[in-house]
């Protein structure tokens, strides 16, 4: 049986939450609201505060569907209750940014800014120079944008120079003068 899918959702107060005829399930809390289709093979049930899924048998693909939608609808919960953030670093003599309203302006050793903008729902600091914090209500939009952020220049493995999550460790290697 699937470990994570057998496990009941709690539903916190004041969280709004829907499942209509087609299997769409939409949660509305303080931060927002988010709406998932679920395949129709899973079954789901409210019981008060609690929500549970089932599959209807054994299947490879009724097994996985089982764990993943309710690890989506998990994360739906907890985005519109408290929110999801990624924090990156950037490493690197003149690499710097700095946010002004919406907009990310980075200086990343190239010969013009990089400027992006925030996609709707996302919302991005920078408490210092080289650090920046994005935030959202929504894990895959939150995960995307910093995904995009760290593309403009991944961290290098010899100098560590470029833009790397604040958790991840970057593998190096030496240079030319340790080879002799």
Known sequence: MSRIGLKPIVIPAGVDFKVDDNNTVTVKGPNGTLTQAVNKDITID??????????????????????????LVANM???????????LE?????????????TLTMNLGFSHQVIMKAPEGIKVECPTQTSIVISGYD??????????????????????????????????????????
């Not at 929500?51 to 309710?70: C, I, M, N, Q, W």
């Not at 493995?157 to 790397?164: A, N, V």
């Open 90 to 102: 950037v490493n690197g003599v003149g690499y710097r940014v700095q946010v002004s309203g919406d």
């Open 46 to 71: 409210v019981n008060g505060s609690e929500v549970t899924f089932s599959r209807p048998s054994d299947d490879k693909e009724h097994r996985a569907l089982h764990g993943l939608y309710r690890a």
């Open 139 to 180: 894990k895959q939009k939150v995960g995307q944008f910093a995904a995009q952020v760290r593309e403009k220049r991944p961290p290098e493995p010899y100098k560590g120079k470029g833009i790397k999550y604040a958790d991840e460790h970057i593998r190096r290697k030496e240079g030319k003068a340790g080879k002799k």
């Open 77 to 87: 919960v907890t985005g519109v209750t408290t929110g999801f953030s990624k924090k």
